[in-house]
């Protein structure tokens, strides 16, 4: 069955940075696409970024562009997210993805594998 684990969150203050992993296991990630979304606290889960199946291209929310970046490393079969200048808007669990086709895409009905989540937190 396969399986997605996030890890790297954590506290953070405004201005810093963290970078989040998402490791696979029981599925082969490099023929898809992978998306991060993130779900703050009574809020829907939203779309972050994503990477389409050769990292060759990406897109981001509005709200990240210029401060995020995602990439992969289809030989280890993880992707990753970097983070920088955190935001306290940022606090959220981040959810990766993995998506059912090769173009990244912002609808979370295009993803069927997910993760835990992991907690970020970022203070003023």
């Known amino acids: 069955q396969a399986q997605l684990v996030e890890s790297g969150g954590g506290l953070v203050q405004a201005g810093g940075s963290l970078r989040l992993s998402c490791a696979a296991s029981?599925?082969?990630?490099?023929?898809?696409?992978m998306g991060w979304f993130r779900q703050a606290p009574g809020k829907e889960r939203e779309f972050v970024s994503a990477?389409?199946?050769?990292?060759?291209?990406?897109d981001y929310a509005d709200s990240v562009k210029g401060r995020f970046t995602i990439s992969r490393d289809n030989a280890k079969n993880r992707v990753y997210l970097q983070m920088n200048s955190l935001k306290p808007e940022d606090t959220a669990v981040y959810y990766c993805?993995?998506?059912?086709?090769?173009?990244?895409?912002?609808?979370?009905?295009?993803?069927?594998?997910w993760g835990q989540g992991t907690q970020i937190t970022v203070s003023s």
């Open positions: 029981g599925r082969n990630l490099s023929g898809y696409a």
């Open positions: 990477i389409s199946w050769s990292g060759g291209s990406t």
């Open positions: 993805a993995a998506g059912k086709a090769r173009a990244p895409s912002r609808r979370r009905d295009d993803y069927d594998t």
